[in-house]
Structures are given as C-alpha cells and as structure tokens.
C-alpha cells in the first residue's frame, strides 16, 4: 500500500505498555514484507512524571512538559499521527492536541466511541484511579449515552496494586482481574481495559473474552487505519474494525 503515514508512538507510560503497543501495531498489520508495514517512532520517555500521581494531587511534577518534548521529537522524525497508549494520559489530550502539529488520537474517546458501535449501554471500567478521578471516561460515556460503572473501594485498591506492584515490575498475577472483569459483567454489557498494562493480560481463556474490550487494540487498530494499513488478527470482537472505523471516527 503507498502513501502510508509514520506513526509516532508516545511511550515510556509504562515502558512496558509502550513495548506491547508497539508489537500490537506490528503484529497485527497485513503484511507479506517489509515494506508493507507502517514506519513508526518510538518515544519511550520512562522519567515522564507519574500521571496519576499528579491527578490526585501526591505530585506537583507534570506530565506535559515530558511529553510536549516527546512530541517535538516524534514530530522532527516525520511522525504524522502520533498513539498515546496511556488511558491516564488522555486527561492531558486537549491540551496535547492543541500544541501538535500532528494528529493525536484520543485512545478513551475512540474506546467509548468502539463500546457504543457494539451496542453498550452501561460499560463496567476497570482503570487508574488517576484515570477515574478526572473523569475522561465518564464525560465520553455520558456524551454517547453510556453509563459508566466504576470498581468500589477495594476493587479499585485491588486493580491499582496490579498496575504497579505487579505488571510494571513484571509480575501480572490475572486472577483478581479476572474476578472484578466477571463482577463487571454480571450487570454490565462490556468490561473495559482502561489502562494499557492490563491490556497485557491475555484474556483469551477468559469465559466472557468477547465482552472485553482492551482501549491498547483499539488505539492500535485505528491508528494502524489512519496510516493507511489494513489491521489484521485482532481477537474477534475487533472483527470488522475497518467498517466501524470508516462509518464512525
């Protein structure tokens, strides 16, 4: 295919997530050589200030600074469309967006906007507490009327120690996720992995794997369409992504 674009990967949040994203980009576009992939840039910044540790007022260190660097690096390199796989970080898009000259999707907005297409009408998330104190899921849920449900105290206690005790030091231990994903499920239409590391948690044995929508396969899919490749091998709740993609974003 001619006449792709080089995709900037705004990375380091985590390092980890960032490594993964890139593979879901390589791995899942069509392609039978070299050439037939997208040229991506890779900006993984780790000293990027914690996200959600600002959000809630435990630091008075930014993120944006880090990352507007990121993006002035990723821009110089020829980065046309530039991935943030970072939920949390998506409580700083509007600003980003506005000082880029690059397109930036938003990876919550483009989840919710996925969610709404398979029909949800109450969406259980599973995130940050960054991400859920600033409240970018809701106001995307409420906008395509879609409710959003959050964790209680202790589930939310629970999914936050596996982000950062566990799968950014690189030991996921999946069966409480796998519990609170069910306790979503039982009055909820989907589940949403609303932080790109629990998007490292293979759910493919998971009893409900295709009510589980993971916001890293659809920032990937899309961002993989917008620089004008074909994604494939997604898992099959992602089947038909292209005409999704064309009809709604």
Do not use: W
């Not at 939310?156 to 996921?172: H, N, P, T, W």
């Amino acid at each position: 295919m001619t006449n792709k674009k080089t995709l900037g990967i705004l990375g380091g949040m985590g390092p980890l997530a960032s490594e993964f994203f890139l593979r879901l980009i390589v791995e899942h576009t069509k392609a039978v050589r070299d050439s037939d992939h997208i040229d991506i840039l890779l900006s993984s910044v780790a000293s990027t200030p914690d996200r959600t540790e600002y959000i809630l007022g435990k630091s008075k260190k930014s993120p944006v600074p880090s990352m507007k660097t990121a993006i002035d690096h990723l821009v110089r390199g020829g980065a046309e469309i530039i991935a943030v796989p970072c939920n949390t970080a998506a409580a700083f898009h509007a600003e980003l967006e506005k000082y880029s000259s690059a397109k930036i999707p938003n990876i919550v907005e483009e989840t919710v906007r996925f969610a709404r297409h398979l029909g949800a009408k109450r969406l259980g998330i599973m995130a940050t507490s960054g991400t859920v104190r600033c409240g970018t899921y809701q106001n995307e849920c409420k906008e395509h009327g879609i409710e959003a449900v959050f964790p209680n105290c202790a589930e939310q206690a629970a999914i936050m120690d596996e982000i950062y005790s566990k799968i950014k030091a690189g030991s996921a231990k999946v069966n409480e996720i796998y519990r609170i994903s069910n306790a979503f499920l039982s009055h909820c239409d989907f589940v949403v992995l609303g932080c790109t590391e629990l998007s490292m948690i293979d759910f493919s044995k998971f009893d409900d794997a295709d009510r589980v929508i993971d916001s890293a396969r659809v920032l990937a899919a899309g961002s993989i369409l917008q620089c004008g490749a074909e994604p494939v091998g997604f898992e099959r709740i992602y089947d038909n992504f292209r005409r999704y993609y064309e009809k709604v974003i």
